[in-house]
């Protein structure tokens, strides 16, 4: 898998259907071992296998500079799971009440933060030119 925008996120983003500014969004740690993404159909985060979410984390700081998403830095907090588990990327959602209504924005597994596996420490996830994860959008 690359990294890369949901195709619903493209089309809401492109139809200004939501703000990435002033909406609630939040990042989960995936295991890549439990989800197979798919960029083009899967639409929310009722796609993603609860299976596969190892942490939640709301995003502070947002904003879009020069068609770039970033965020101030995101710490997942003391990330515990079964051993061979491991962080293979963080997707990226609008938040809503219901898993159906939160809106798939993008995946990124190939930052220098992942993999990794986690042991019950924080997990921390820096957003933003030169500093780490980055998703930029064409």
């Known amino acids: ?60 700081g947002k904003a879009l500079s020069d068609k770039e998403f970033q965020a101030d830095p995101t710490t997942f907090p003391a990330v515990t799971v079964d051993s061979g588990v491991t962080v293979g990327a963080v997707i990226v959602f609008l938040s809503a009440d219901t898993l159906e209504d939160s809106t798939l924005l993008f995946l990124i597994d190939d930052a220098a933060e992942f993999p990794v596996t986690p042991d019950g420490s924080d997990i921390r996830v820096t957003w933003g030119a030169g500093s780490g994860v980055v998703h930029e959008f064409t």
């Not at 989960?28 to 993603?48: E, G, M, R």
Request: overall charge negative.
């Open 1 to 60: 898998m690359a990294s890369g925008a949901f195709t619903v996120c493209l089309l809401g983003f492109h139809g200004g259907d939501f703000d990435l500014v002033n909406d609630d969004v939040s990042a989960i740690l995936v295991d890549l071992d439990q989800y197979t993404p798919s960029l083009n159909s899967n639409t929310s985060l009722a796609d993603v296998p609860e299976v596969a979410i190892l942490s939640e984390a709301l995003l502070t």
